[in-house]
């Protein structure tokens, strides 16, 4: 039987999977910091008292919380996914920076129009000094919900506002490939860590050796200008039900889908219910997770296209994911019936 980690899952398996976690997980997790990285002491950038800002504010505020490179690409992947649906605005959004720690050099953008979110990407630089977009989302929902963030914390009895009057510190942090958290520490305390996307209170002994790996690591990276290899234009959204992993685990007795055709069965199983599972990392990834669709970029490079497939949906967070992050830690499988 494939190990998986799911925290939602009834807690025998639960207290299984975590030390399977705890075991091979950092071990295998190759994470890297840069010097002279973001701040981190960042607030969560959800707990900002307004979204609402003249040209003048918001082109001062994006200066100081992002490159200009970064913001220039990330205009771009604004620009392509307006190409999918006019109506959804993108092209006219506004776009709001917010860096993410610790060492990963990304930085959340929070897209909106006329006030109102609708859309989120992730943008984060290479080794080599590249943008990638590690991720994005479509409508209200994004990582880093203050909502979200405030019901985890009335179930771990925090009150945020008498901790951070105290001297405690919340921030924003993401450790790739896809985990998006908040660290909250509190003064003598051990920190708290939890999921930015589903509010799953994070195995802290994972999280404290996850950061410790990135602070040993230390690289200059110089962001460079990626205007002209940006994606040029996105198909419209390909979605599916989404279904619960758990209420069907016969997928787990099955084979994984051939790497060679995951792409195609992802974009022509439509009767099909998918699972992507990490395995001993869906830690990372707040899974096992359902395939919910999927989006194709088109690019003037030789590979021609880039399929991003979306993971997750209600009541949780959709996150759109390059295809081939996920086949470099994980695998799809099929459901049975």
């Known amino acids: 039987m494939k190990q998986f980690f799911h925290l939602r899952w009834n807690s025998a398996r639960r207290t299984t999977c975590m030390t399977l976690v705890l075991l091979s997980c950092v071990a295998l997790l190759p994470f890297w910091s840069i010097a002279d990285a973001e701040d981190k002491t960042i607030s969560s950038p ?15 505020q994006n200066n100081k919380s992002a490159p200009v490179e970064v913001q220039q690409f990330a205009e771009y992947q604004a620009a392509a ?8 605005n993108w092209k006219n959004a506004d776009l709001h920076f917010y860096p993410l720690g610790p060492g990963t050099h990304s930085w959340l953008v929070q897209a909106t129009f006329e006030g109102k979110p609708i859309g989120y990407m992730i943008i984060t630089a290479t080794e080599q000094g590249q943008m990638k977009l590690s991720e994005y989302g479509q409508g209200e929902q994004s990582p880093y919900n ?8 009335n179930r771990q009895h925090v009150n945020l506002d008498a901790l951070l009057a105290s001297g405690g ?18 003064p003598n305390q051990p920190a708290l860590y939890i999921d930015a996307t589903n509010g799953d209170l994070l195995p802290s002994e994972f999280l404290n050796r996850l950061e410790s790996n990135a602070n040993q690591v230390s690289a200059s990276v110089t962001v460079t200008d990626l205007s002209t290899t940006s994606p040029l234009s996105v198909d419209p959204l390909h979605l599916r039900p989404v279904f619960n992993p758990a209420d069907n685990l016969l997928w787990i007795t099955s084979k994984p889908v051939d790497a ?8 022509h199983g439509e009767n099909q219910e998918i699972v992507f ?20 970029w088109h690019t003037d490079q030789e590979d021609g296209s880039i399929l991003y497939v979306a993971l997750g949906g209600k ?23």
Not at 260 to 267: S, T, W
Not at 277 to 296: F, W
Request: hydrophobic share 40%; no cysteine.
């Open 260 to 267: 060679n055709l995951a792409q195609d069965v992802i974009q």
């Open 46 to 60: 959800t707990l900002a008292q307004s979204t609402e800002y003249d040209s003048e504010t918001r082109t001062a």
């Open 146 to 153: 203050s909502v979200l963030l405030g019901q985890a914390l």
């Open 169 to 186: 510190e919340l921030h924003s942090n993401y450790a790739l490939p896809l985990l998006a958290y908040w660290k909250l520490e509190r």
């Open 81 to 88: 996914l307006g190409t999918a649906n006019a109506e959804s």
């Open 277 to 296: 599972s990490a395995d001993d990392r869906n830690v990372v990834y707040g899974g096992p997770l359902p395939v919910s669709g999927y989006q194709l």
């Open 315 to 337: 009541p949780f967070i959709q996150r759109f994911v390059p295809l081939s992050t996920l086949q470099q830690d994980g695998q799809f499988y099929i459901v049975k019936r």
